[in-house]
């Protein structure tokens, strides 16, 4: 059964339940709102109609699913130190058992010494470079 994108707009949550099931053979999730299932339904309708993703995209997707270089720090040992510069300022974080030290004080993870350095809430690993923004 084809439908508008008008039609999908205008449609109760009982008529996006009826559509759903056409489309994909199976019941609606559950909790899913009707404004997410009239873009779920648009969407999938677009996507049959004009042939989908651009091709290589969803391999793409795949490969950076399986990517997991972002999701983790590096093993970082004790006696190591972390350097960066913000603001024209260098900080020097040392790595110790259990911790870190930065400007003579402890610290347990390097999020706090992130936000200490620059005001905002930054993720610690992320800040002195051990993360990879993807």
Known sequence: MKRSLAEIETMDRAALIVAWDAVFGTPVPKRLSSPFLRRYLAFEMQAREYGGL????VGKLTRAVGD???TSSPA???GGRLIREWNGVTHVVDVIDGGFVWN???YASLSPIARAITGARWS???FFGLKKVI
Request: charged share 30%.
């Open 54 to 57: 651009p091709k290589g995209f």
């Open 68 to 70: 997991n270089r972002g």
């Open 76 to 78: 970082l040992k004790p």
């Open 104 to 106: 003579g004080q402890r």
């Open 124 to 126: 610690g690993p992320r």
